[in-house]
Nanobody
Framework: QVQLEESGGGLVQAGGSLRLSCAAS????????MGWFRQAPGKEREFVAT???????YYADSVKGRFTISRDNAKNTVYLQMNSLKPEDTAVYFC???????????????WGQGTQVTVSS
């Protein structure tokens, strides 16, 4: 079992930055690919970014060049640095874990509860 807890969400003005963190329980964190997804009101959840245990990264086209995913295996934590934020980035952001990266778009094995990110114009 892996438990995930996101933090770092909040309210920011357009053009600003936020860094999300996701702390994972368990001793096998390094075996998991870690992803970030988001869900805006009235929309389906969508892929944002994923990082493999070997630090290979994947990004949605909508965030490429603005968001950076990284991980610290010693701290069992994955990060999402979000720069140049836009109002359309407003959503609940979820952290997810997938054992032995199979498909970066999913399905994922474990999910966090989510953290709200609101970008004002």
């Amino acid at each position: 079992q892996v438990q995930l807890e996101e933090s770092g969400g909040g309210l920011v003005q357009a053009g600003g930055s936020l860094r999300l963190s996701c702390a994972a329980s368990g001793r096998t964190f390094i075996s998991y690919a870690m992803g970030w997804f988001r869900q805006a009101p009235g929309k389906e959840r969508e892929f944002v970014a994923t990082i493999s245990w070997t630090d290979i990264t994947y990004y949605a086209d909508s965030v490429k060049g603005r968001f950076t995913i990284s991980r610290d295996n010693a701290k069992n934590t994955v990060y999402l640095q979000m720069n140049s934020l836009k109002p359309e980035d407003t959503a609940v952001y979820f952290c997810a874990a997938q054992l032995h990266l199979r498909d970066y778009k999913g399905p994922y094995d474990y999910w966090g509860q989510g953290t709200q990110v609101t970008v004002s114009s």
